[in-house]
């Protein structure tokens, strides 16, 4: 059973409000990570960590900012929703090194944007 | 480039078949290759990790196997159930220093009855 929680697993929004997509792990692992996957599609990695007060942006651009204080949460923020970011969006984590690591995802956080 | 390449896209196959599913990387310096399983809605779900040293690993009723030299792993799923359907996900991991994971595009297998 993986230790990795996303909250909430559902949210409807209106345009332009400001959200924040909680994701937190209890198994002390250094790199975290999140992507954005549309229904039926590849997941698209847009932000990483290798742990506490380091983040870099991925391969897909996002609007959103994310935040690693402590080492168990690493939260993603969107300072003013728009429809097209109405998407699911999935949080991961491995420890570091991973050679043998399993990563391990959240449930997923489904956002539809009004 | 860093990439992972899955075949077919998708894929239709009758319960109680078996089935391959293929994942081709460029991914380098390897560090291991693991395939997931991903139910519609839900986060992917580990089923096997290989590193380069390991040429197949099972899991129940899925076999994974890995070709460092070409580059290549397969998943062969035997007895198929209809619980199957799913997309199931090819991912490559650097051995690189602080690199993400290289993710395929995923094969979607529909077990009908």
């Known amino acids: 059973e993986a230790d990795i929680y996303q909250t909430p697993r559902y949210l409807v929004i209106g345009t332009g409000k400001k959200i924040t997509l909680e994701c937190s792990q209890t198994?002390?692992?250094?790199?975290m990570y999140w992507y954005q996957q549309d229904p039926g599609m590849e997941l698209h990695l847009i932000h990483y960590?290798?742990?506490?007060?380091?983040?870099e942006k991925g391969d897909l651009s996002s609007e959103s900012t994310v935040s690693r204080i402590r080492t168990e949460h690493f939260p993603l923020t969107l300072e003013s929703a728009r429809p097209s970011h109405t998407s699911q969006y999935l949080c991961?984590?491995?420890?570091?090194?991973?050679?043998?690591?399993?990563?391990?995802f959240g449930q997923g956080t489904r956002l539809t944007v009004v | 480039k860093n990439q992972v390449e899955q075949s077919p896209q998708s894929l239709i196959i009758l319960e109680g078949k078996n089935c391959t599913l293929q994942?081709?990387?460029?991914?380098?310096?390897?560090?291991?290759l693991r395939w997931y399983k991903q139910d519609t809605g839900r986060g992917p779900v580990s089923l096997t990790i290989?590193?380069?040293?390991?040429n197949t690993k099972s899991n129940g009723r899925y076999t994974a196997t890995l070709d460092a030299d070409t580059k290549q792993s397969s998943l062969h799923i035997t007895a198929s159930q209809l619980s199957d359907s799913a997309s199931y996900i090819c991912?490559?991991?650097?051995?690189?220093?602080?690199?993400?994971?290289?993710f395929g595009k995923g094969t979607r297998l529909s077990v009908i009855a």
């Open positions: 991961a984590s491995t420890p570091n090194p991973d050679r043998r690591a399993e990563a391990f």
């Open positions: 960590s290798y742990g506490v007060n380091s983040t």
């Open positions: 994942c081709n990387y460029t991914v380098s310096p390897f560090s291991n």
């Open positions: 991912v490559v991991s650097r051995n690189s220093g602080n690199t993400p994971l290289v």
């Open positions: 198994m002390g692992h250094d790199k």
């Open positions: 290989m590193t380069f040293s390991e």
